[in-house]
């Protein structure tokens, strides 16, 4: 992996925490998901993660973080998705 890359998501988590301190309450959970955005196209660009299953959980993440902003129940609902997405991913690996 690109050592810049990893700083820039590095970065990004402790910005977005700092930012958390003082932000609306549902921009936490953005900065969440946002990361794991950012690690999942990181590792995707590194040839580190081939699932496309994972992919489709990440471009739903994508497609509506920013609804936190304009749409708490739409984002709220995306976050719900998205838990329930990780937890069959998981069982389908038992």
């Not at 999942?40 to 992919?55: C, P």
């Not at 489709?56 to 709220?76: N, P």
Request: negative net charge.
């Amino acid at each position: 992996m690109n050592w810049a890359d990893i700083l820039d998501v590095f970065s990004f988590m402790s910005v977005a925490a700092r930012g958390c301190v003082a932000e609306p309450r549902l921009y936490g959970p953005l900065r969440l998901v946002d990361s794991m955005s950012r690690w999942y196209h990181l590792l995707k660009k590194n040839n580190l993660v081939t699932d496309e299953r994972l992919g489709a959980v990440i471009d739903e993440i994508d497609r509506l973080k920013y609804t936190c902003m304009t749409d708490e129940e739409a984002f709220i609902g995306m976050l719900d998705d998205v838990v329930k997405a990780l937890v069959d991913l998981h069982r389908q690996q038992e």
